[in-house]
């Protein structure tokens, strides 16, 4: 997904479509597109915090992950819970809404790239989630001399 603040030049687009059978929802047909950004003003990732309730106002609540500030019956009841709760009432609601979320398919991915990793040999690299490449943090000699 790309996300802009401001207008920004792309070029090298590359289109790719199909389709693909899902166990659950039959035959899905994907759109998907790379680029690259020559200006873009801001580069966004869908990355998570730790904390249920800036999860909720980054991913759920109207705003740059919702531009059209979709909503449902549940998510009005239960984001307002998640925000009033402390403790394991917090929890609990924001497992609610997360099992709400999934069942309705919120954040269904339609396109994801698979990547092979070649290293020297003596070098072990760790595979990263959500990352084409690891960070230079998890390389290491696989062996010592």
């Avoid at 389709?19 to 869908?46: C, F, K, P, W």
Wanted: charged share 15%; hydrophobic share 40%.
């Amino acid at each position: 997904m790309c996300i802009s603040a401001a207008p920004a030049a792309f070029t090298g687009t590359t289109l790719y479509c199909g389709r693909v059978r899902h166990e659950r929802h039959g035959l899905v047909h994907v759109l998907g597109y790379q680029n690259t950004a020559e200006n873009s003003a801001m580069v966004m990732n869908i990355g998570q915090s730790a904390t249920d309730w800036i999860t909720v106002q980054d991913l759920v609540a109207p705003g740059a992950f919702n531009l059209f500030g979709s909503t449902d019956p549940t998510v009005k009841r239960l984001v307002p819970e998640i925000q009033r709760s402390t403790g394991a009432e917090a929890t609990t609601a924001a497992r609610r809404l997360n099992q709400h979320l999934v069942d309705q398919a919120w954040f269904v991915p339609f396109y994801r790239m698979s990547y092979l990793l070649v290293t020297a040999d003596g070098v072990k690299a760790e595979p990263q989630s959500g990352m084409a490449v690891p960070s230079i943090y998890n390389y290491r000699p696989s062996r010592t001399a």
